[in-house]
Nanobody, 122 residues
């Protein structure tokens, strides 16, 4: 079992930056691949980024490549999503998720945080 708590969302102007954090409880953080997903208003949940258990591999959705970066701090049991050059279409609730292997399908992740709202104004 792992519990996830996101933070760092908010309101930002287009072109700005935000860094989301996701803190995991428990001692097994290092065993899990971590994913980031988002759900815009009225739309399906979509893949944003993922990082392998040992940080050796990262993967990004096409819409965020070159703008977003994910990383993890094992000492703090935390995974981050650095979001730069934000666009209004990045507006969504952002979720972190954990599972035994890296994947892009949201339905394949076992553990989820509660989400944090990101709003980008034009």
């Amino acid at each position: 079992q792992v519990q996830l708590v996101e933070s760092g969302g908010g309101l930002v102007q287009a072109g700005g930056s935000l860094r989301l954090s996701c803190v995991a409880s428990g001692r097994t953080f290092s065993r899990y691949a971590m994913g980031w997903f988002r759900q815009p208003p009225g739309k399906e949940r979509e893949f944003v980024a993922a990082i392998s258990w040992n940080s050796g591999f990262t993967y990004y959705g096409d819409s965020v490549k070159g703008r977003f970066t994910t990383s993890r701090d094992y000492a703090k049991n935390t995974v981050y999503l650095q979001m730069n050059s934000l666009k209004p279409e990045d507006t969504a609730i952002y979720y972190c998720a954990a599972d035994s292997s890296l994947k892009t399908d949201p339905y394949a992740y076992a553990y989820w945080g509660q989400g944090t709202q990101v709003t980008v104004s034009s």
